[in-house]
């Protein structure tokens, strides 16, 4: 997998496993919770954020390769600002970043440092998103980043849910722009309420997550050349959010993706991936 690949699927789990979060009360089988971001006014939140990825070409030029294994961890801070034109303001800061093996993804590097100024409304749809550099100008790097963000959020639901309930969202995935998508390449997830967890005072709901991939067709341009482009695949697993801090305590997800290029130079690949995400403290 190439640097560009590996980084906007990294920046799309960040984004998208901190963008759900809500407030309200809630306990029992029969409780219904409504869901909406209301974070406390100059909160702080550290996370910390592991992704490991095995990629393997089955077809295509390089099949005959090994497959490669590839660990990214980005630590990182989320620093409520507080109400502002159009919603809630948020700093999201890139404290450091990694990769096994070493040099895997050399714009990895790259984020560390790197800041965004978001703003969301209550249902924790994007307003504006902002990235800026270590130099405080935007990049190639913070451009990906920012469709990354905007990308990723996924909305909270309309209606006050309780244990049993789902809701489903469609989402344009920033990770086409990587692979030379010439259409939106959209991603459909469904969060279930698992549990309604009270303890003191404070309330947490326990969901499941699953994202399907499209697998329609998709046409693609690199260098000049056109193809078409599948991506299918399932990405499940749990998360446990806070509703008095209105943010994401911990998640857990895995699944395989496969991307099949059909065209001059086509080739098919398969990504096993899991992804943990914790928070690691709060102010």
């Known amino acids: 997998m190439t640097g560009a690949r590996s980084l906007a699927l990294a920046a799309l789990a960040a984004a998208a496993l901190t963008a759900c979060s809500g407030a309200g009360r809630g306990s029992g089988t029969g409780a219904k919770v409504t869901l909406r971001y209301r974070p406390p006014a100059g909160a702080t939140y550290h996370?910390?954020?592991?992704?490991?990825?095995?990629?393997?070409?089955?077809?295509?030029?390089?099949?005959?390769?090994?497959?490669?294994?590839?660990t990214v961890h980005i630590y990182y801070t989320q620093a409520v600002t507080g109400p502002t034109a159009g919603g809630i303001g948020v700093t999201l800061t890139y404290d450091s970043t990694s990769m096994t093996p070493a040099g895997s993804a050399p714009a990895l590097d790259q984020m560390h440092g790197v800041t965004s100024n978001v703003v969301y409304d209550e249902r924790m749809r994007v307003v504006s998103a902002r990235f800026t550099g270590v130099g405080g100008e935007p990049s190639q790097l913070t451009d990906q980043l920012e469709r990354s963000v905007k990308g990723a959020t996924f909305p909270l639901p309309e209606s006050a849910v309780g244990v049993g309930d789902s809701w489903t969202t469609e989402t344009e995935m920033a990770v086409g722009g990587a692979l030379g998508a010439t259409a939106p390449l959209k991603s459909r997830?469904?969060?279930?309420?698992?549990?309604?967890?009270?303890?003191?005072?404070?309330?947490?709901?326990?969901?499941?997550?699953?994202?399907?991939?499209?697998?329609?067709?998709?046409?693609?341009?690199?260098?000049?050349?056109?193809?078409?482009?599948?991506?299918?695949?399932?990405?499940?697993?749990?998360?446990?959010?806070?509703?008095?801090?209105?943010?994401?305590?911990?998640?857990?997800?895995?699944g395989t993706m496969r991307i099949s290029v059909k065209g001059k130079g086509g080739m098919t690949m398969t990504m096993e991936q899991q992804t943990s995400l914790q928070m690691m403290g709060a102010q």
Do not use: C, H, W
């Open 47 to 70: 996370y910390a954020l592991e992704q490991q990825n095995s990629v393997k070409m089955e077809t295509g030029p390089m099949a005959q390769l090994p497959g490669q294994e590839v």
């Open 189 to 254: 997830t469904t969060r279930r309420v698992k549990e309604i967890q009270v303890a003191g005072a404070d309330t947490s709901i326990v969901l499941s997550v699953e994202t399907t991939f499209p697998g329609d067709p998709v046409p693609i341009n690199q260098r000049g050349q056109t193809a078409t482009l599948q991506l299918s695949g399932t990405i499940a697993g749990e998360e446990l959010f806070s509703l008095v801090k209105s943010a994401l305590v911990r998640s857990s997800t895995g």
